[in-house]
């Protein structure tokens, strides 16, 4: 247990900032999901779009690294130029 107002509080942030986070990274992986379940190119163009930005998001508010994000934008995109 916290012995101070300010440890008091930081228990508050961390835990709603646990929260944000978790949500976000669910929207995240939704939208992986979506760019794959695509059933044509031109869908998963779209989607692919939408979620490089998201991935983006992502790292530049610390919830992934950078470097994830880019992994995973570079296999998304591979993975979109292979479909038919």
Do not use: F, Y
Not at 40 to 47: G, I, P, R, W
């Amino acid at each position: 247990m916290p012995q101070h107002k300010s440890a008091e509080k930081r228990v508050r942030q961390n835990e709603r900032r646990r929260v944000r986070n978790v949500q976000k990274r669910s929207m995240l992986k939704t939208a992986i999901k979506k760019v794959q379940a695509a059933p044509d190119k031109e869908t998963a163009q779209t989607e692919l779009i939408k979620t490089n930005s998201v991935l983006d998001r992502m790292a530049v508010k610390g919830i992934i690294h950078k470097n994830k994000a880019a992994n995973l934008k570079s296999k998304l995109s591979k993975a979109v130029g292979k479909k038919s």
